[in-house]
């Protein structure tokens, strides 16, 4: 069962326990923006573990040195029976494409409750 997060602002949905985070420091040669070859890799990746019906929705937000952060949010289509557990998968198969940058993660079914930012994310995010 999913439960409401407590606070509903961007920054408090990107941190609720729903997004998860890829493991790994970023690392400076690996920072710039993502090219072309990790959207597809990660789009491949969606596709094989979801359906090619599935959408991949990504921004990214770079700080002053380089380094930033790159959240992807993806849509099934389908409801999917264990939804973290399919969320770790993918987490695990992503780790390749957004190697030596922080990565959030969050994974969506029709069984999930969609907030308005979640809503306004997918409104300022890239699809692919």
């Given amino acids: 069962m999913v439960t409401k997060p407590t606070d509903t602002t961007w920054q408090g949905l990107l941190s609720d326990t729903s997004w998860r985070s890829l493991s790994g420091p970023p690392v400076g040669s690996n920072s710039a923006r993502l090219g072309q070859a990790e959207i597809r890799q990660a789009r491949q990746i969606v596709s094989f573990l979801l359906g090619p019906d599935s959408r991949i929705f990504i ?3 770079t700080s002053g040195e380089g380094a930033g952060t790159v959240h992807v949010m993806v849509q099934c289509v389908r409801v999917l029976p ?3 557990s399919a969320q770790t998968k993918l987490i695990e198969l992503l780790q390749d494409p957004f190697a030596g940058r922080r990565t959030r993660v969050l994974l969506i079914d029709p069984s999930f409750t969609l907030t308005e ?3 306004r994310f997918r409104f300022v995010a890239m699809e692919y």
Avoid: S, V
Wanted: net charge positive; hydrophobic share 10%; aromatic share 0%.
């Fill in 82 to 84: 264990d939804r973290l």
């Fill in 59 to 61: 921004r990214e937000k």
């Fill in 117 to 119: 930012e979640h809503k």
